[in-house]
């Protein structure tokens, strides 16, 4: 487990493709990392003895201006999936935003998975996801840095909309 390094970013995007079976997730991380909302700090990749097994990053976002991050994509090869790539990598970003002094994270998938790091429904905390919707699927999770009085509307970074 490690930062992403500039020479990776087509084996990632050959990752998301695999990971997911479809070029969105790809597409994303490249449009993220092409943008303002690019946070090097807050992106890492995995290996399972010497091949790139996932990989993870956290862009930025916002909660009514607030700086905030956004986590996803998350993606783990179909062949190393179900032994802990994905909970190893959560692990990490989590860490590192944290050690950044990140507020909080945001991000869209199952209660079920992401609910053992900590996160819970926005609504928990009186933040709006960008799409009605997303319902219970629209989570957040405090770091040490959060306050209180961060509410309102959740914005994930452009390239999500740009990209689908």
Same mark, same amino acid.
């Given at each position: 487990?490690?930062?992403?390094?500039?020479?990776?970013?087509?084996?990632?995007?050959?990752?998301?493709?695999?990971?997911?079976?479809?070029?969105?997730?790809?597409?994303?991380?490249?449009? %993220?990392?092409?943008?303002?909302?690019?946070?090097?700090?807050?992106?890492?990749?995995?290996?399972?003895?010497?091949?790139?097994?996932?990989?993870?990053?956290?862009?930025?976002?916002?909660?009514?201006?607030?700086?905030?991050?956004?986590?996803?994509?998350?993606?783990?090869?179909?062949?190393?999936?179900?032994?802990?790539?994905?909970?190893? %990598?959560?692990?990490?970003?989590?860490?590192?935003?944290?050690?950044?002094?990140?507020?909080?994270?945001?991000?869209?998938?199952?209660?079920?998975?992401?609910?053992?790091?900590?996160?819970?429904?926005?609504?928990?905390?009186?933040?709006?996801?960008?799409?009605?919707?997303?319902?219970?699927?629209?989570?957040?999770?405090? %770091?040490?840095?959060?306050?209180?009085?961060?509410?309102?509307?959740?914005?994930?970074?452009?390239?999500?909309?740009?990209?689908?």
């Amino acid at each position: 487990m490690r930062r992403e390094r500039r020479g990776e970013r087509y084996g990632v995007h050959g990752l998301h493709r695999a990971a997911f079976g479809r070029v969105v997730e790809a597409d994303l991380v490249d449009a %993220l990392r092409g943008g303002k909302s690019w946070v090097q700090e807050l992106s890492f990749v995995a290996f399972v003895g010497g091949d790139l097994a996932g990989h993870v990053v956290a862009s930025r976002a916002w909660v009514s201006g607030v700086p905030v991050v956004g986590l996803g994509p998350l993606g783990v090869l179909p062949r190393f999936q179900r032994q802990g790539v994905g909970s190893a %990598l959560m692990h990490t970003v989590l860490g590192a935003a944290e050690a950044l002094g990140e507020p909080l994270v945001g991000l869209l998938g199952d209660p079920g998975f992401y609910g053992r790091f900590g996160f819970r429904p926005a609504a928990d905390y009186a933040i709006v996801p960008e799409e009605a919707a997303w319902g219970r699927h629209f989570q957040v999770r405090e %770091l040490a840095g959060y306050d209180p009085g961060i509410r309102g509307g959740f914005v994930y970074a452009a390239e999500f909309s740009a990209v689908g």
